[in-house]
């Protein structure tokens, strides 16, 4: 997608769900024939060779990770790659092209065309209206309750992780640092809000029996859609019966319901049992309680959530589907045994640290937090003098389709997906100065994003001025992974940023991931408070989210 704030500042947040182009329909020369078949027979012996298989049992459609290969075996397949045809290839070579036959046909077309044009998937230009942010709220981590104490955090450099509180779980009891041990967990920390479990349910006009059915993240939704509708000006009593929208990203909306089945099976008794679980109430509820009569829907795309359903937050706009929108998403920690789960998914870092792109990068940590924006068309927010934080100018989801695993990054995805967004906003790739990426911290996760926003974005920025390169950074290193609301998090640090002209601290940053070319590319990782220059343009930012 892409902001500008009226006065200096244009964000393009560019991603947030990736969609995968594939090279299938290129077309072979004839000539190119026997190349293809001798690299085809090549990669069958090879990847024979590292599972300790026979090649007759190699099918060259199926995916790469349906074989078991795992990163290590990925990277050193692309290592022998480029000794046997004297070749550079980037390690994740394997995830941008998952089978034998995607690789093939990708090595065979590349010798006689540029990448780009075998990838030819650019979306033609289509006028859009920019969506302006009047007005957000937020509660996320380290007391950063506000926009306001939210900057105070980024730009001082603060990590909010902590261990688990007490009143959550007993951490004793799950903790085992045997990453096999059933049952536990290895990892002791999180991103955690204070004071979860408190509501304000009579200012609401909500009873207490339903308010304590309520999942917590409910709770937070109609505190900080209040408090973000107040920061845009925005009187509720004259909002009832107009058409605002509601857009809501949520992913974890089972864990809760779980938790009180645990402690009472009688609670399928209780009549507001399920309204207090249920996902589409999460958003419904904010247009009952606020009497919002436009679209309303809750969006569950994994981590890409919150911007996936801010995108839809603009498309209505622009569709004139409703005047006014929400948008935003939501996460809460509060089943222990989520937490174990992903453990043996082995998503999570031992040391509760987001170490985004550098050496050590292991997994990300756990956070929650809730995020909402009001938004606009920008034409009537001119008219209506609103306050204009910032311009969103473009927006684009896709998906991956049959990549290297249905979890699996993917660079191909992701640039095209960063293109789509450039093209819908109208804007340039080299006026893009900054991207906060997903920036999920895994030792090939994070150079698959940033070949991809090179591919996109750096093909006409200069290696020897800092001030042309891309700068880039991740919130998820103050305060973790707030899945279905990770975006959202992104998004807000990001128009911060442009109203403060500086970009934050990215932080756990001490040696670059080897496994990224860094000095062959046009990028930077500020890891202190930096000022944004403009160069006289309006600064334009770009945020990434990805899901699955």
């Not at 085992?176 to 609401?204: E, H, I, N, V, W």
């Not at 009001?374 to 927006?395: E, P, W």
């Not at 911060?496 to 990215?506: D, E, F, T, V």
Request: glycine share 8%.
């Amino acid at each position: 997608m892409k902001l500008h704030n009226t006065e200096d500042a244009n964000l393009v947040m560019s991603s947030t769900r990736v969609s995968e182009h594939s090279i299938d329909k290129q077309e072979h020369l004839p000539e190119q024939k026997q190349t293809e078949d001798a690299i085809q027979s090549w990669l069958v012996a090879k990847l024979a060779e590292y599972l300790e298989i026979k090649a007759s049992d190699i099918d060259i459609h199926e995916p790469f990770a349906n074989y078991g290969l795992e990163s290590m075996g990925a990277v050193g397949i692309s290592g022998d790659l480029e000794m046997w045809l004297e070749r550079e290839f980037p390690p994740t070579l394997l995830y941008d092209y998952p089978s034998i036959e995607r690789l093939t046909k990708y090595l065979v077309v590349s010798q006689h065309a540029s990448r780009a044009q075998a990838e030819d998937h650019t979306r033609p230009k289509v006028f859009t209206e920019s969506i302006a942010i009047i007005g957000m709220s937020c509660r996320f981590p380290g007391g950063a309750n506000t926009p306001e104490a939210f900057w105070q955090l980024l730009k001082s450099g603060r990590d909010a992780i902590s261990e688990v509180p007490a009143e959550r779980w007993d951490i004793d009891a799950y903790y085992d640092p045997d990453p096999d041990a059933p049952g536990k967990m290895y990892t002791r920390y999180g991103g955690f809000l204070q004071d979860l479990s408190k509501f304000d349910a009579q200012f609401f006009g909500i009873s207490p029996r339903e308010a304590v059915r309520m999942d917590p993240q409910q709770r937070l939704l109609v505190e900080v859609a209040w408090e973000a509708l107040e920061h845009a000006g925005q009187a509720i009593s004259t909002l009832a019966g107009s058409q605002t929208g509601t857009f809501i990203g949520m992913m974890n909306n089972g864990e809760y319901s779980q938790l009180q089945v645990q402690h009472s099976a009688a609670i399928y008794d209780d009549p507001y049992f399920g309204m207090g679980s249920s996902a589409s109430i999460a958003s419904g509820r904010l247009s009952y309680l606020f009497d919002l009569q436009g679209p309303t829907m809750t969006v569950d795309t994994a981590c890409s959530s919150s911007l996936v359903s801010l995108h839809l937050a603009c498309q209505s706009l622009r569709n004139k589907e409703c005047n006014l929108a929400l948008a935003g998403g939501v996460n809460a920690i509060t089943l222990p045994e989520s937490v174990v789960n992903a453990c043996k998914m082995g998503m999570l870092a031992r040391d509760g640290r987001c170490k985004t792109f550098d050496t050590t990068a292991n997994g990300f940590v756990l956070g929650e937090g809730c995020g909402v924006v009001v938004l606009k068309r920008l034409s009537d927010a001119i008219t209506d003098r609103d306050t204009i934080l910032a311009v969103i100018r473009g927006t684009a989801v896709n998906q991956d389709g049959r990549s290297n695993g249905i979890t699996a990054p993917n660079k191909l995805a992701q640039q095209a997906v960063i293109v789509s967004a450039l093209a819908n906003a109208d804007i340039e790739p080299h006026r893009v100065s900054y991207v906060e990426t997903h920036g999920s911290g895994t030792a090939l996760g994070d150079p698959i994003e940033v070949e991809a926003l090179v591919a996109a974005l750096g093909s006409e920025r200069s290696q020897d001025y800092r001030q042309e390169r891309l700068l880039i950074g991740a919130v998820k290193t103050n305060i973790g992974h707030l899945a279905g609301a990770s975006g959202i998090a992104g998004l807000i640090k990001t128009v911060l940023a442009l109203q403060h002209k500086g970009i934050p601290p990215h932080l756990h940053l001490k040696d670059l991931n080897p496994h990224v070319a860094w000095e062959q590319m046009p990028i930077a990782i500020p890891t202190t408070l930096m000022p944004w220059p403009s160069n006289g343009e309006k600064r334009v930012a770009g945020v990434s989210s990805f899901g699955w």
